[in-house]
Nanobody, 122 residues
């Protein structure tokens, strides 16, 4: 069992910044792939960024050079630092964890946070 609790979402103007946090508890461990997904109503969930057991990171092209994913092992908190936000970044953001190496393949064995809304206005 892994529990994920997200925070840090909110409303900002274009060009603004936000930092999302995801606190993990339970039996999570560094061997998990952890990441951030986002979803707009009516569209499929999109992987935004992941971090692997060897700290290798992946970013979807639309957020490269703007978002940074990191993991603090001491307090089991996953972060997504977002800068230069754009209206197209507006979505519900979810943190996720899955045993094994990245990428995450969403399914029955994927753990999800409750989601935190990010809204970017023009």
């Amino acid at each position: 069992q892994v529990q994920l609790v997200e925070s840090g979402g909110g409303s900002v103007q274009s060009g603004g910044s936000l930092r999302l946090s995801c606190k993990a508890s339970g039996n999570t461990y560094r061997g998990y792939c952890m990441g951030w997904f986002r979803q707009v109503a009516g569209k499929e969930r999109e992987a935004v960024a992941t971090i692997d057991r060897d700290d290798t990171t992946m970013y979807t092209d639309s957020v490269k050079d703007r978002f940074t994913i990191s993991l603090d092992d001491s307090d089991k908190t996953l972060y997504l630092q977002m800068i230069h936000l754009k209206p197209e970044d507006t979505a519900m953001y979810y943190c996720a964890a899955q045993g094994g190496s990245c990428p995450i393949e969403p399914g029955y064995n994927t753990f999800w946070g409750q989601g935190t809304q990010v809204t970017v206005s023009p």
